[in-house]
């Protein structure tokens, strides 16, 4: 299986930002505007208190896009003040969860095996999770790159069957480009694409591993995405400042859908 017959997958990690009113009209001109990228999955995922009116958005402008949430609990309910449960998630009209992002691994502790835990209890539930895996800049340029995603890979995805890694998305952002307008290579980031392809084929199978959408972040803009989408292991973006602006994501994804019929 190539690139080609993954269904590329886009999608916008609002992170905290923008307000109800602002996130609505987002959503809106996204899904008004989404044949522009067809053939490609598109995500928004707002701060978790815009999820309704931003799926209501979604679904007045008739279009086709999913809604995620950024982060979930790994139990599914009881006495934990502040955490969202995936079937919560799933019970507003979400479909994804992004999970282990680099800034909830760094500002907020998070480890392989919370993430772990929490891609399970997502699976559990119904949601596809989009588990974030990535090396600081420290990290590369002591030359452990490949043991870090190593390492973040097998504990984070660790126990998942062929079934669960299938609907899995797996998110490399290396963390040097994040936000910093920093972004890797092509050919930096199609070398770690395919170490993690490689990997998901040691937990599981080739087959399995040839199904996986494996997204690249950190800072993908209009201008850089066609040279990423043309990577043969990058399967989509999981885009932070540039999907904050319709005109911005909806030209990453188009440079994706392009990608995907060459
Ligand atoms: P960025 O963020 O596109 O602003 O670099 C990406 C991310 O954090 O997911």
Excluded at 98 to 125: C, F, M, P, Q, W
Excluded at 178 to 193: F, L, N
């Amino acid at each position: 299986m190539t690139a080609a017959s993954r269904t590329p997958i886009v999608a916008g990690n609002w992170k905290m930002n923008l307000d109800r009113s602002g996130g609505t009209a987002l959503a809106a001109a996204v899904a008004g505007r989404r044949g522009d990228a067809a053939g490609v999955d598109l995500v928004l995922c707002p701060p978790a208190v815009y999820l309704v009116p931003v799926a209501e958005a979604v679904a007045r402008a008739g279009g086709d896009v999913a809604v995620g949430g950024q982060n979930a609990c790994d139990k599914g309910s009881g006495a934990f003040t502040g955490e969202i449960a995936p079937q919560m998630l799933l019970d507003v009209g979400c479909r994804y969860v992004i999970l282990g992002h680099s800034e909830r691994r760094t500002l907020y502790g998070e480890t392989d095996a919370g993430v772990n835990a929490k891609a399970k209890a997502a699976l559990a539930a119904g949601l596809v999770p989009i588990v974030c895996v990535g090396e600081t800049l420290e990290e590369r340029e002591a030359g452990r790159t490949d043991a870090v995603v190593s390492q973040q890979i097998r504990g984070s995805l660790a126990g998942l069957d062929a079934a669960a890694l299938e609907k899995t998305v797996v998110a490399y952002e290396p963390v040097w480009a994040i936000g910093t307008g920093k972004v890797a290579t092509p050919e930096q980031a199609q070398e770690v694409h395919a170490l993690i392809r490689g990997l998901l084929a040691g937990l599981a199978s080739p087959a399995t591993a040839a199904k996986v959408r494996v997204q690249y972040g950190g800072s993908v803009k209009p201008d850089n995405a066609a040279d990423l989408a043309a990577c043969p292991d990058i399967d989509g973006a999981l885009v932070g400042g540039a999907s904050l602006k319709a005109d911005d994501f909806l030209a990453i994804a188009r440079a994706f859908a392009a990608a995907g019929v060459a």
